[in-house]
């Protein structure tokens, strides 16, 4: 079980970090977990290295039923049997067992302190070697900036920033393996192709700030019934008064403004999206299923992966369905993100075609 967490530590990190260390031993130690005898745990939690802190947190929890499972020294270059249960915290730079990249300030320069970036670890499990990276890209800055252009400005900033991510994982340093890519994309649907959709038959009024002429509002409302506003846009403000249509069929209808992961479909695979989209959901603890007016509702956090880690799940699937994406939390409150999920098993075998490929998985 792998759990990957953003802005771990919260929004309020420098005072809240002090409370990581003991939540993460509760987990550890819980009874929901002590089947899993084994763990990995790496912590980002070095707020004060401006140059370094990305803010990211992944756990690797082992089942007692898997029996042989190892994973990649990048450093020595070879495979490690994995036993008991350990916690890395604070810098992350000086461990092995991982590779970590914070993304450089001049991909999102208006942003003075970005804790955006990536950590990958690399397993082999019975014959199947993958790697696992944890990432977090750059969010949308101003609701404004987004609707300007199609594809917005944002959008570019996280091609380059994934694809970053996706040459250094099959660079020529390390052998090539399956891998999957998971975390909070921060993907939004394209702005003004949906303002467009859902304001059709709106007439749209901009507002501007009286000392620099600068564009702060714009409403769109009704050609007639009463010219009712239907929707209210500013740089944090995305008020459209029927959020039913981002609920209605998990938001279906929405699926083709996502058009950011287009860029690389020969590169990344992903399952058929059937839940409603992950962010931004209220925060308030009675308001489960309620967005926040803040962003158009976006499928941000997603779980990604290689052709050949496709191969892998689907070449294990049989008539009894197996592989699950989903969404967890419908009803309760989550933060602004609901944690998104991917479940599948991996048949004997599966991995055998290369097999060869991956004798460096026996014990060193």
């Known amino acids: 079980m792998a759990l990957h967490c953003q802005e771990f530590g919260g929004k309020n990190y420098e005072a809240s970090m002090s409370h990581v260390d003991k939540f993460v031993k509760e987990l550890l130690s819980s009874d929901a977990m002590k089947e899993y005898n084994r763990a990995r745990v790496y ?42 249960k350990e916690i890395y915290s604070d810098t992350l730079e000086s461990t092995p067992m991982l590779e970590k990249e914070k993304f450089p300030q001049d991909y999102f320069p208006e942003c003075k302190w970005s804790r955006k970036g990536f950590v990958r670890t690399r397993w082999c499990v019975a014959d199947c070697a993958f790697d696992l990276v944890n990432i977090h890209l750059f969010h949308d800055a101003s609701n404004l900036v987004a609707w300007e252009t199609s594809p917005s400005v944002y959008s570019g900033i996280r091609h380059k920033a994934l694809g970053y991510v996706l040459d250094r994982i099959i660079d020529q340093r390390f052998e090539n393996v399956s891998y999957f890519v998971f975390g909070d994309f921060n993907f939004r649907l394209d702005s003004k192709s949906v303002v467009e959709t859902l304001c059709t038959k709106a007439t749209m009024q901009t507002v501007r700030a009286a000392d620099t002429n600068e564009v702060v509002k714009l409403i769109f409302r009704e050609s007639d019934n009463d010219r009712k506003v239907m929707l209210q846009l500013e740089k ?3 008020d459209y008064f029927n959020q039913e249509v981002f609920r209605d069929n998990n938001g279906t209808a929405l699926l083709e403004f996502d058009k950011e992961l287009s860029v690389f479909k020969d590169r990344l695979y992903e399952l058929d999206i059937s839940f409603p989209p992950s962010y931004p ?45 989903d969404h967890i939390g419908p009803n309760v409150c989550m933060g602004d993100h609901k944690p998104v999920f991917l479940a599948f098993r ?19």
């Open 43 to 84: 912590l980002d939690e070095n707020f004060k290295s401006q140059e370094h802190f990305t803010a990211l947190g992944s756990f690797y929890f082992l089942h007692e039923s898997l029996k042989n499972i190892y994973q990649f020294d990048f450093k020595a270059k070879k495979y490690k049997k994995v036993t008991g």
């Open 236 to 238: 944090k403000l995305f």
């Open 281 to 325: 959901y209220s925060e308030d603890s009675g308001q489960g299923q309620q967005y926040m007016n803040t962003r158009c509702p976006a499928w941000c956090d997603r779980v990604l992966m290689s052709p050949s880690a496709r191969e892998l799940i689907l070449k294990s699937e049989s008539e009894e369905k197996v592989v699950t994406y």
């Open 346 to 364: 991996i048949a004997p075998g599966a991995g055998k075609p290369h097999a060869h490929v991956h004798k460096c998985c026996v014990v060193q």
